[in-house]
């Protein structure tokens, strides 16, 4: 599996519940990577999405509560309860899209990274463990592009150190 997110420098990707930044293209990007796959998210990230279920993508959200339930969407308990959904899928066609646990808890499990980097430093309460400390090296550096005042690239990286889906 894969995982696709939007960092600030210094892994920040969320505040009181939210996105940091509205990056239209950003969300572009987003919906052309992943339409027609597999996005996994966790409960507080995907009650937090203003469309839901994501429209042409199979659903996947993982959530503690047991009664938890959304239309449309495969939930799930528990990584293995997950891991025995995703093996019907291709590993390249997952994609995990966070919040912050989420991503920390499959990171060692993904091979590429779709990351969309800012270049700014800003006020924020969730962040994400340093990709390049848990073995995630540069595959391709994006283009630098400018939006709403903010300067961004999307860069992908390859994990060196993927561990297998038990
Ligand atoms: N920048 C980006 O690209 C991006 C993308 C997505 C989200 N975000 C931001 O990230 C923030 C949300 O992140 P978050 O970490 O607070 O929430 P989250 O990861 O979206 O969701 C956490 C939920 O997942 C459940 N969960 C976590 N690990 C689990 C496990 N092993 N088994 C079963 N359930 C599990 C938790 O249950 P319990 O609470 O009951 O333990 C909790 O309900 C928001 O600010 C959002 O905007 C940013």
Redesign the pocket.
């Known amino acids: 599996m894969n995982l696709i997110?939007?960092?600030t420098k210094d892994y920040a990707?969320?505040?009181?519940?939210?996105?940091?930044f509205s990056l239209p293209s950003d969300l572009a990007y987003f919906k052309q990577t992943t339409m027609g796959k597999v996005v996994v998210?966790?409960?507080?990230?995907?009650l937090?999405l203003p469309k839901r279920p994501l429209a042409g993508r199979t659903n996947i959200v993982?959530?503690?509560?047991p009664n938890f339930s959304a239309d449309g969407a495969i939930v799930v308990?528990?990584?293995a309860a997950l891991f025995r959904q995703i093996d019907r899928f291709a590993e390249d066609e997952v994609f995990v899209?966070?919040?912050?646990?989420?991503y920390n808890?499959l990171m060692p499990y993904c091979k590429f990274a779709y990351v969309t980097t800012i270049d700014k430093v800003v006020p924020a309460d969730?962040y994400i463990k340093d990709l390049t400390k848990e073995g995630f090296v540069l595959h391709k550096k994006g283009q630098k592009q400018t939006e709403n005042g903010l300067v961004f690239s999307f860069d992908i990286y390859e994990n060196k150190k993927i561990k297998k889906l038990k």
């Not at 998210?41 to 995907?46: A, L, N, Q, V």
């Not at 899209?97 to 989420?102: M, N, T």
């Open positions: 997110v939007a960092v990707i969320g505040k009181d519940g939210k996105l940091l998210f966790g409960e507080r990230t995907y937090s993982l959530s503690d509560n308990h528990d990584i899209c966070g919040g912050a646990s989420i808890l969730t």
